[in-house]
């Protein structure tokens, strides 16, 4: 079964410190994307990152095909970044899989 | 663009009822994918269309679950005999032509009583 692995399940920062989030993958792909979603709201897509290094704003996402895996860095974590980061992987089926995601908590 | 548009946003049915959710994909958008999210599974993968054609429905429960797309204007998910674990939020993303980005509807909240 294709699985994608999130960790950590739950993270709780101070604001204005950095968070790493990590995901990794059953399988070899090149097509990943990290989601971001606020409680009760809608997935928002973040980045879609097949391999190496992106950036959007505050968020730098690497991932690394050959170790089946990828992470999200938020740097100058704010209380509105909170909420839960989502992984996903889209397999050569076209059926993106996600992971159960990293529910971000910034306190002031 | 509104972006993906769910409806109802909420819907409460008994036990052995049928539920019907629809879901307006993105204009110009090619696919069309529902998802069902709950607390303890996350995100579901159940079925999804492209160019209106169904492509994969490995996620679907086969008895109760049927999923159409009539038109390129819109899909529905159709839920025969509802079940208290059919309980969930149902989430519709369209993904554009050549493109590995989905775009999400708000879902829609289904209670089963």
């Known amino acids: 079964e294709q699985q994608v692995q999130q960790s950590p399940a739950s993270l709780v920062l101070q604001e204005a410190e950095n968070a790493e989030l990590q995901c990794s993958f059953s399988?070899?792909?090149?097509?990943v994307q990290w989601f971001y979603q606020r409680p009760g709201g809608r997935l928002v897509s973040l980045l879609y990152?097949?391999?190496g290094t992106k950036q959007s704003g505050r968020l730098t996402s690497t991932t690394v095909i050959k170790e089946r895996r990828s992470s999200l860095h938020i740097s100058s974590s704010q209380i509105t970044d909170s909420g839960t980061y989502l992984c996903a992987m889209e397999p050569n089926t076209n059926k993106v899989v996600f992971g159960t995601g990293t529910r971000l908590q910034v306190l002031p | 663009n509104a972006g993906v548009i769910q409806t109802p946003r909420h819907k409460v049915t008994g036990k052995g009822q049928e539920a019907t959710l629809w879901c307006e994909p993105i204009s110009g958008h090619s696919a069309v994918f529902w998802y069902r999210q709950t607390i303890v599974q996350g995100l579901e993968f159940l079925t999804y269309?492209?160019?209106?054609?169904?492509?994969?429905d490995s996620g679907m429960p086969k008895e109760r679950f049927s999923a159409q797309m009539p038109n390129q204007s819109h899909s529905t998910l159709k839920i025969q005999s509802t079940q208290p674990q059919d309980s969930a939020v149902y989430l519709c993303a369209s993904s554009p032509p050549s493109q590995n980005t989905l775009y999400f509807g708000a879902g829609t909240r289904l209670s089963v009583l």
């Open positions: 269309f492209r160019n209106q054609a169904p492509i994969d």
């Open positions: 990152n097949p391999s």
């Open positions: 399988i070899f792909t090149n097509q």
